[in-house]
């Protein structure tokens, strides 16, 4: 299970078409961020370390911890900022590609970023999980 700041909760995936083999996170507490295509939780906003960020797709946040995501294979990538070793996350709920992890740079400068996420802002959608999840989720135990 996991659980930090008291906002997680960890919930086996059962019947309703979720997969019996996944482990997903329910977060509760203000401002939730979640997949704008499936609704499935990723972080809080309080997890955004700067909004300053582009993405593929526009604004992006760089994020300190992201849950309910499959990380693709590591490749390098040419970004604003250099050269970098990024692999791409994508929902666990829908598949979508969100963002990016930051795997490695050799930019000293760019280090802060290794092991944090970026998250395109036209992919997330912002929620109270206390009132859309209550009672709502057909995958909660």
């Not at 849950?67 to 970098?84: C, F, P, Q």
């Not at 802060?112 to 989720?137: H, M, N, P, S, W």
Request: net charge positive; hydrophobic share 35%.
């Amino acid at each position: 299970e996991y659980s930090a700041q008291g906002w997680t909760r960890s919930v086996r995936s059962m019947e309703l078409g979720c997969p019996s083999t996944s482990r997903r996170v329910v977060l509760s507490g203000p401002r939730v961020l979640s997949c704008v295509d499936c609704r499935i939780h990723l972080s809080h906003s309080e997890e955004i370390i700067s909004k300053a960020f582009h993405g593929s797709g526009g604004r992006a946040f760089l994020v300190h911890l992201v849950r309910n995501i499959r990380v693709g294979e590591a490749h390098d990538r040419m970004l604003m900022t250099g050269m970098h070793t990024i692999a791409d996350i994508h929902c666990l709920g829908c598949g979508a590609v969100l963002g990016w992890k930051y795997q490695h740079t050799s930019h000293a400068s760019q280090a802060y970023k290794i092991g944090k996420f970026i998250l395109e802002k036209c992919k997330l959608f912002q929620e109270e999980a206390d009132i859309v999840f209550r009672g709502t989720d057909p995958c909660a135990p």
